[in-house]
């Protein structure tokens, strides 16, 4: 497993993970501190740090009413043109949601994954095309 | 299925060889956050560094999102576990 770990920093093969995220596509990155970025991936790293064009970063906050004891959840938004991201702070990268999948029921969804191709491509260029 | 396993168990395993097995396979993501992927294991790496298709993600036992494809940053993996499919 050590001697795994070693070669995998100097060559990406086809098998792993990092060679599923493409350049120049639109992403959607979750991060710590529940702040969210969407935006146009123009470079990346093994450590995840990343160059993003044209980003909407959304942080999201939970406000506890003293009154009511209610949960207010907020979320505030601004763009950025040109952003780097320090890779620590990322937790998940994933296509940006299309207006199709979003309100779709679990089963639904997964059919739809199931009759739609499930090549990477694929998907990413149907994303592509919505954005 | 559950025969397979049970032999498999009762060899050693080293943990690189159950994340060979149960590449394609429906897996449940947890992060230290306590957030929960259910997807199923596209590819994974030394740094455990994770590629899920399918993906829903449940905060609180509640489904929150869903994702085509979801690539999520080892360090944030407590664990991944085999399930069994709804």
């Known amino acids: ?131 | 299925f559950l025969i397979r396993i049970v032999k498999m168990s009762l060899r050693k395993q080293t943990p690189s060889d159950f994340l060979k097995q149960i590449i394609g396979r429906p897996v449940v993501v947890k992060l230290n956050s306590g957030v929960d992927y259910r997807g199923v294991l596209a590819c994974l790496d030394g740094y455990m560094n994770i590629a899920l298709e399918q993906t829903e993600e449940y905060v609180n036992g509640q489904l929150k999102n869903k994702y085509g494809d979801a690539f999520i940053r080892g360090n944030n993996v407590l664990y991944i576990s085999t399930q069994k499919r709804r």
Not at chain 1, 69 to 88: H, R
């Open chain 1, 1 to 131: 497993m050590a001697d795994d770990v070693e070669q995998q920093q100097p060559t990406n093969t086809v098998e792993e993970p990092l060679g599923l995220i493409s350049l120049d596509e639109r992403i959607y990155v979750k991060m710590r501190n529940d702040r969210e970025l969407r935006g146009r991936l123009h470079a990346y790293d093994q450590h995840l740090d990343m160059i993003l064009g044209d980003v909407e970063e959304t942080v999201t906050t939970i406000e506890i009413e003293e009154e009511t004891y209610k949960e207010i959840y907020k979320s505030a938004k601004w763009n950025i043109l040109m952003l780097f991201v320090q890779g620590d702070g990322v937790v998940l990268v994933a296509p940006p949601f299309t207006a199709k999948t979003k309100n779709l029921s679990c089963l639904e969804y997964r059919s739809f994954c199931m009759t739609a191709s499930l090549n990477v491509e694929d998907i990413q260029k149907r994303n592509l095309h919505k954005c």
